[in-house]
């Protein structure tokens, strides 16, 4: 059976207001442990540690053309999808998602119809330091972070407090419901058990739809036994054997169907595993060459060099975007709305923030 290995970078649980690891990521590769040991004894022939780890060898300048090398390597050679997340965009969508799209459902408008929350999202990721100050903006997403994680009316007031006290009528779509009316709906949405600003789940799905695509039938799923991965697990292994059937749009370039491909899902010590040692590469040089990029971090590699080696379909962005005409024709006809609806009825237990 086709196994993908999994490994992530940049989980940090809840806060996603992190400025040390403002990205986060996850890579699946499907190869095998032997094609795997060969191709590390390739281009790292003289490795001396007992498994190959990205942090420990972009230290060394000299790695940097036999990283790259095997970066390529695989994406020519093996099935793999790598996902990028900029978790400052991410805090801004579940923004939208519980602090003002219950105040259009309740009104019968679908916020998520045609991209419609992610094009919200880009405006407020980049109209919203201008328009409102970078430290109002700080405040309502903390206040925001805190709220939901706390569930109580005291920390619900003083996200209202916050949007309040900036000019929130700049963007009346985004910050209205809270700042105008302090919508009831909005408030138990984000005081609602279970629901939290982990990214793990928006991230996996993501994943799991690419790689639903690629595999050929049944595959599993191994992944490192790391705390920070326990949760993908628990992700993941809701989803197996749910036999209902059902097909979701979300993109020109995705969509995501029941029952899933997926059979099982396992955790090792990536110490065992030369594949999940390859995922942990292709993650952490991905992460890296996103922090270039965007001028984040000062990067030894061409980031635009890195990138043009993925084809479409092994790469997904979560990242913000000002081509809005764009972004509507690729979400023309999702049914985002919908896998939330499903996700709701059907794995409501696993994930209570998945519940409208």
Known sequence: ????????????????????????????VA??????????????????????????LVRRENSYPRLLALHSDILSHY??????CDKRFLLMMMFLSYATEPWFYRR??????????LA??????????????????DRILVSFQDAVKEKSPEAGWKLVEAVRASDWRQLPEILGPLGGQACPDCLEAIATPGVSTDAAFIVL?????????????????EHDRSTNLQR??????????????????????????????LTSVSQVDSKDSPAVQLADVMIGIAIDALGGMTKIRPVAFDPEKVFSTYL????????????FAGLRRSHRGSQASELIDFIGRNFADSFPDSRR
Do not use: W
């Not at 003289?46 to 990205?54: N, S």
């Open 232 to 261: 993908y697990n628990e992700v993941l292994n809701s989803f197996i054997g749910h036999q209902e059937t059902a097909t979701f749009r979300q993109s020109d370039v995705a969509e995501v169907s029941f029952p899933l491909k």
């Open 79 to 84: 099935k793999c999808v790598t996902l990028l």
């Open 1 to 28: 059976m086709e196994t993908f290995r999994v490994d992530e970078s940049g989980y940090t649980g809840f806060k996603l207001l992190n400025d040390e690891q403002p990205f986060q990521g996850a890579c699946a």
């Open 312 to 323: 479409t379909e092994q790469l997904i962005h979560m990242v913000p975007t000002k081509d």
């Open 120 to 137: 919200l999202a880009s405006v407020l990721y980049y109209c919203g330091p201008p328009l409102l100050g970078k430290d109002h903006l």
């Open 108 to 117: 019968g408008a679908d916020l998520y119809a045609d991209g419609r929350d």
């Open 205 to 221: 799905q993501a994943l799991i739809s690419r790689m639903e695509v690629m595999a050929d039938g049944p595959y599993r799923i």
């Open 31 to 56: 190869i095998g442990d032997d094609d795997a040991r060969r191709l590390i004894n390739e281009h790292f022939p003289r490795l001396k540690a007992e498994e190959l780890k990205y942090r420990r």
